[in-house]
C-alpha cells in the first residue's frame, strides 16, 4: 500500500491569515499606545505631511518587518528561534497599529504599495530562514540595526514640538534596538558587506518609495 504523508498547512494558513491582517489594517496593538497622553502639537500644514509621510514609511517598515518574521519563521525548524521571531513580531504588530494611528492622527494615509511589499519581504525572509539558524539570527540583527539607524534619521527629520509622534518613534527604536540583542545573543552571524550593502539599498528603495506612494 503506498505509503501518504499528510501535509500540515496550518502554518501557511496562520501565514496567510497574517498577512491579511497586516495589509488591510486589521491589526490592533496589545499594549498602550506611546502618543496616547502626549498632547497634539500646533504643526504647520508642512511639518505635518511631513510627519504623515514619515510615519507612512514607518508603518511599511512595520508591514514588512511582519512578512519578514513570518517567512523567517516558515522556514526554521528551531523551536527557540520562532519563538523568538513570534515574540518579535508581537512587538511589531505594535508598532504596526501605532504607525497607523498616527498616520490617521496627521490626516495622511498609508503606503498604496503595502501588499508589494509584504509579499516581496515574505519571500526574502522565507529564504534567509532557509540558510540555517545563524544566519537567520544574522539577517534579523543586521534588519534591525538598519532600522534603527532609518528611524533616527526621521528622529532628526521632526519638527522638535512633534512630542506624539517622536514618542512612538523612540519607542519603536528601543524595541528594535532590543530584537537586535536577542539575535546577537543566540548566535547570529555576522553578515558579509556586500548583504549588508543589498540591504541598506533595498531599504532605501522601499522608504523613498513608500515616502510618497
Known sequence: MPYSKSMNFDPLIIA???????????????????????????????????????????????????????????ASKN?????VLANAAKEEADHLAWSAKRITDLGGRTSALNPLWYAGSLAVGYCAGRLGDRWNLGFLAETEKQVGSHLQGHLERLNPSDARTRAVIETMQRE?????????????????????????????VMTTTSYWV
Open 16 to 74: 496567510l491569515d497574517n498577512g491579511i491582517r497586516t495589509v488591510f489594517g486589521a491589526v490592533h496593538a496589545l499594549r498602550p499606545d506611546p502618543a496616547a497622553s502626549i498632547p497634539e502639537a500646533e504643526l504647520s500644514e508642512r511639518d505635518r505631511r511631513q510627519a504623515a509621510a514619515l510615519m507612512r514609511v514607518n508603518h511599511c517598515g512595520e508591514v514588512c518587518a511582519q512578512a519578514l518574521y513570518q517567512g523567517q519563521a516558515l
Open 79 to 83: 523551536a527557540k528561534i520562532k519563538s
Open 176 to 204: 528594535e534596538a532590543g530584537h537586535a540583542r536577542t539575535a546577537q545573543a543566540l548566535g547570529a552571524r555576522e553578515l558579509p558587506d556586500p548583504v549588508k550593502r543589498a540591504m541598506r539599498y533595498a531599504a532605501r
